[in-house]
T-cell receptor, first 115, second 109 residues
Framework: EAGVTQFPSHSVIEKGQTVTLRCDPI?????LYWYRRVMGKEIKFLLH????????ESGMPNNRFLAERTGGTYSTLKVQPAELEDSGVYFC?????????????FGPGTRLTVL | GQNIDQPTEMTATEGAIVQINCTYQ??????LFWYQQHAGEAPTFLSY????GLEEKGRFSSFLSRSKGYSYLLLKELQMKDSASYLC??????????FGTGTQLKVEL
């Protein structure tokens, strides 16, 4: 079974440009999460989808960030316009609803560098 | 907010035992996870505790005390491949995880 995949693995852009990150969760996982790790800090929650609906977007830093999950399969996270402080590693995770443990399976992340 | 505290780094010898501690705020507690992350790779699930006590899985065990807001990850018979970052994460409402900064473990010969 394929794990969570993310694209691209790395992205280097200039301040003011737009970047779109993609996440493909494990097939059948209704829950999809975005997290971010800024250098030297802990991994922080951004938002949570259940199927195509945003369940919790309390961690989104500002309105320059837009996440979508049309059709309830893959998700995209767009940053427009990017700022220097947006640099970091963006992780996606997915989980099933059924189990009480409900562990989240993480992708390898997209390393975003804003110059 | 929820603060997760764990040591920044630890060093241990191959074949030895190491214990990585984690403390968290007890309010809103809904489970405690440990993940392993090698550099440049995805965090991978190691263990889950929601009730007090020890959960054992092969060379890895995890302990939880809910009243003390305390957990530890125990790694036995250390191998060089165990060199990695170990992330303590608390689950709160809505299943979102709050992570510590991770403990970088270095296993030496």
């Amino acid at each position: 079974e394929a794990g969570v995949t993310q694209f691209p693995s790395h992205s280097v852009i200039e301040k003011g440009q737009t970047v779109t990150l993609r996440c493909d969760p494990i097939s059948g996982h209704d829950n999809l999460y975005w997290y971010r790790r800024v250098m030297g800090k802990e991994i922080k929650f951004l938002l949570h989808f259940v199927k195509e609906s945003k369940q919790d977007e309390s961690g989104m830093p500002n309105n320059r960030f837009l996440a979508e999950r049309t059709g309830g399969t893959y998700s995209t996270l767009k940053v427009q316009p990017a700022e220097l402080e947006d640099s970091g590693v963006y992780f996606c995770a997915s989980s099933q609803v059924a189990s009480s443990r409900n562990e989240q399976f993480f992708g390898p992340g997209t390393r975003l560098t804003v110059l | 907010g929820q603060n997760i505290d764990q040591p920044t780094e630890m060093t241990a010898t191959e074949g030895a035992i190491v214990q990585i501690n984690c403390t968290y705020q007890t309010s809103g507690f809904n489970g405690l996870f440990w993940y392993q992350q090698h550099a440049g790779e995805a965090p991978t699930f190691l263990s889950y505790n929601v009730l007090d006590g020890l959960e054992e899985k092969g060379r890895f065990s995890s302990f939880l005390s809910r009243s003390k807001g305390y957990s530890y990850l125990l790694l036995k018979e250390l191998q060089m491949k165990d060199s990695a970052s170990y992330l303590c994460a608390q689950r709160g409402g809505g299943n979102k995880l709050t992570f510590g900064t991770g403990t970088q473990l270095k296993v030496e010969l």
